[in-house]
Nanobody, 121 residues
Framework: QVQLVESGGGLVQAGGSLRLSCAAS????????MGWYRQAPGKERELVAV???????YYADSVKGRSNISRDNAKSTLYLQMNSLKPEDTAMYYC???????????????WGQGTQVTVSE
């Protein structure tokens, strides 16, 4: 069974930084598009960033310029570096994987359990 395990979340002050990680197992990581989603309390899950198998990237406007998504295929690990964090970045962050690139934007094949990010004033 495919596993996506997120880590790196926590409590940080506004203006701070965090690096989220997602370790994948039982998956041919290198051929999958990968993404980060987030869901704040009372809000719908939203796409944060995507990286294709060829390392092309996409960012939501809300994090563009403040975040960097990357992948290490040798370690089957996805990363999200988040800088200049704001209270509105507070959410549960989920890792997602999709064999078909277009599906990562809507209906990924696999999801992780999430890691909580809380940004204080």
């Amino acid at each position: 069974q495919v596993q996506l395990v997120e880590s790196g979340g926590g409590l940080v002050q506004a203006g701070g930084s965090l690096r989220l990680s997602c370790a994948a197992s039982r998956i041919v990581f290198s051929i999958h598009a990968m993404g980060w989603y987030r869901q704040a309390p009372g809000k719908e899950r939203e796409l944060v960033a995507v990286i294709s198998s060829g390392s092309n990237t996409y960012y939501a406007d809300s994090v563009k310029g403040r975040s960097n998504i990357s992948r290490d295929n040798a370690k089957s690990t996805l990363y999200l570096q988040m800088n200049s964090l704001k209270p509105e970045d507070t959410a549960m962050y989920y890792c997602a994987a999709s064999r078909i690139y277009s599906k990562i934007y809507s209906t990924p094949d696999y999801w992780g359990q999430g890691t909580q990010v809380t940004v204080s004033e």
